[in-house]
């Protein structure tokens, strides 16, 4: 194994990772069968994450496009591992590829030991993993960069994963995880029923892209945040906040507040200050059905216009790959 017998300069998160391996049976030189889940934990897994594949549909699409000359493609994953979408062209003639490249693989830690999604989802922060520090030898051709997603309550759902098999390693990728992510988990609070949201920054901040953003409904109650949002907040992680709970005005002036209006410094009850404006902005989520289809078109001009390969990729059947092409209710005859 070219990981576990380096423990002692590996990272303490790769050196536990590689210890639970270790207690759960596994040895450094079986064989990886990646496996796919049931059929019916895998309708499941994809009911339950179809806000989560909406939601990322077009990151994936626009992350694929950004990595293809690296030969790297991105899998986006539920919060156990298991393959909810694909992104970008995966070569399916390199077999290392076809068996992670596919939707309902079960990539958890205790199915394929030690990579950049068990990592990802265990330590809740953007990580790199190099080839040599995977725990099995089957793995140990693959480098990867993972980031966990977090929805709008701020629980981890899933993660998105980069990876390349026998490819330059590429550490600055966990970076282009990690602000492909902030997008989907900022698609994710805008989806979701809210009558405003906010900006906030510290002052004399000008980025918008460094803003975390507040979703707030007619009450004032707060239904949604970014993670950058709760960090600057110290938002509580499923309670019922609002923002009269939150800062030190009352809520309906920060209400009155309007998208043209210049941002302003805005008091918290820990007398910490930072800086509000009301965000322009609407969800960019399309409907499930909409978002579902454009999934499915992107697939099939992955795989070159091979339906068969898309609807593997995808977890779905030929007939619903056909169904969406032809834009009607049956699939062609024959």
Known sequence: MQGAGQA?????????????????GHRPQQRVGFDVVTQAALRRCLEANEPLRAAAAAVLDDL?????????????????????????????????????ARVGVDLSERSVGTTAIGAALGEQRPVWLHRGEHFF??????????????????????????????????PELRHLAARMVRRIETALLLARPHERVFALQWPGATADEDAGLLAVDREGA???????????????????????????????????????DPPRV??????????????????RVQPLRAST???????????????????????????????????????PRG
């Open 266 to 283: 805005v008091p918290l009850w820990s007398g910490v200050r930072l800086q509000l404006r009301a965000a322009q902005t609407a969800p």
């Open 8 to 24: 002692n300069t590996a990272e303490p998160w790769i050196a536990q990772s590689w210890q639970r391996c270790l207690a759960m």
């Open 64 to 100: 694929a496009r950004t990595i293809a000359p690296t030969r790297y493609f991105c899998l986006l994953t539920d919060a156990q591992g298991i393959v909810a979408a694909v992104g970008g062209a995966p070569d399916a003639a390199d077999r290392r590829v076809a068996a992670i």
């Open 137 to 170: 030898e089957d793995t140990a051709v693959y480098s990867c960069a993972g980031a966990p997603i977090a929805d709008p309550d701020g629980r981890c759902i899933g993660m998105l994963d980069i990876t390349g098999v026998l490819a330059e390693e590429r």
């Open 222 to 260: 707060i239904v949604g945040a970014d993670r950058s949002a709760r960090d600057m907040l110290a938002l509580p992680a499923h309670a019922a906040v609002t923002l009269e709970d939150v800062f030190a005005l009352p809520p309906e002036q920060l209400m009155g507040q309007r998208s043209d």
């Open 293 to 331: 289809a454009a999934m499915i078109r992107q697939a099939v001009r992955s795989a070159q216009g091979n339906v068969a390969e898309a609807a593997r990729r995808l977890g779905v059947s030929r007939a619903t790959v056909y169904r969406v092409l032809a834009g009607q209710r049956k699939p």
